[in-house]
């Protein structure tokens, strides 16, 4: 427990991002374009980073002398320079207006801002991957304290430059946000060098262990949760697409990221989990047992937590006050928020089943649970907008819901295997 909640506190801070800056955009000039161009840049920077947001799970399962050390980290930069090149490469205009005019089907105003924010968010992938690869080290060597100081930083700073930005500067929401999120994660990125500057120069020293770790078995470990993230983020870009042809398209485009935020607060303990999982259960297993009891009841109390926002007058507080979207948003928010109140309890589930594999060094099954995940939403997304004709805000919720639901299911056997061939 102890070990465990500065990390939780940790994507707890990070979850207030998304409410804070959706709530500075709506009270921005023209909310409703600039709140669907942030949620679409957003979702194209969370595909590109997608293959170096697992480094985290891969530096605290692998970091243990000099050697894993030195080849992991410079495995980590070569992966960064490339999905760094290849935003770079995306943002090619015209590629970039093919994608987002051409195939999502965005109105020109929105296309425009879109491209804006994903220009300032050009720093965001590369950074991603420096700060998980150091955090990863502080949480096996039990310094999840200084991962939370970390984040502390980065809201500091992104919420001085969106205030900032609110307040002396008349420029677009979409581009307040996307700076401020930049700013805030290169800063988070150079405190988490810093402050695991010791405990990595102490690794550097031990030459004890697993003298034989190689590019190839690196790769061989972290192929099947890179591709992972590539499906699992990969699904944000189809999922606009879908809502991009949908009827109410641009409410939807609008709402989905307060409601993603609102969910993701919850959401967030879960993502928490699954590193201090990893540290906890232990080579030994004698961890698993409490580790397991732990996060079934975290999922109930997540689960618990937005029902009861959601089915209450709390979810206007939120929608309205607190988020500032018009009353016409707001009611169009709702349904789509109660389809989603189950899924933090689904987040905590999964988190606590890939800890599992990744402890047993049996990483496939993630990425095949994943895969069936997106091939779940996509069918439920073409059920819902071409032969329903629901709005998009509520497909791309129940599709998202049925798809992990699905990736969970498929999770339980494997799982179930590995403890049953591991645990003493």
Known sequence: ?????????????????????????????????????????????LIIEAPIIMIMSASTALVENRYSLIKLRTFTYWLNGIITLLMVLFLI????????????????????????????????????GYRRFYQGILIRN?????????????????????????????????T????ALSIGVVCEAVA????SWQVVRELAKIETGDREISYRSITRFYYPLALT??????????????????RFAIESLAVLPVINALVFIF????????????????????????????????AGVVVTSVAIISFTPLADIWFTDISGLSPELTNFARIPLMIMCIMPGLSV????????????????????????????????????????????????????????????????????????SQKP
């Open 1 to 45: 427990m102890k070990f465990w909640i500065p990390l939780a506190a940790t994507w707890l801070m990070m979850s207030i991002e998304g409410p804070f800056l959706a709530a500075i955009i709506a009270r921005l000039a023209e909310p409703k374009f600039n709140l669907a161009a942030y949620g679409v840049a957003f979702s194209f920077a």
């Open 93 to 128: 205009p015209d590629l970039f207006y093919l994608i987002t005019s051409d195939l999502i089907g965005l109105p020109p105003d929105v296309s425009r801002l879109t491209y804006y924010a994903t220009f300032i968010l050009l720093p965001w992938p590369g950074a991603i």
């Open 142 to 174: 039990n310094m999840t304290r200084r991962v939370a100081y970390g984040t502390i930083i980065r809201l500091v700073s992104m919420a001085g430059t969106a205030l900032g930005l609110f307040l002396f500067a008349e420029i677009p929401g979409v």
């Open 176 to 179: 307040v946000g996307a700076a």
């Open 192 to 195: 988490s060098r810093f402050m």
């Open 229 to 246: 993230s590539i499906l699992a983020l990969g699904i944000h870009p189809l999922v606009t697409f879908f809502v991009g042809q949908s």
């Open 267 to 298: 959401r967030s303990l879960g993502l928490s989990y699954q590193e201090a999982a990893i540290s906890l259960i232990g080579k030994d297993w004698r961890g698993y047992d409490q580790v397991k009891n732990f996060a079934f009841a975290l």
């Open 349 to 420: 589930i999964l988190s606590l089943q890939r800890s599992i594999l990744v402890t047993a060094r049996k990483t496939a099954p993630i990425t095949w649970s994943t895969g069936l995940e997106v091939m779940g939403i996509i069918f439920v997304l073409i059920i819902a907008v071409g032969y329903w004709d629901l709005t998009g805000a509520v497909s791309a919720t129940l599709a998202i819901v049925i798809g992990r639901l699905g990736a969970n299911s498929y999770l339980i056997p494997p799982c179930m295997a590995a403890v049953n």
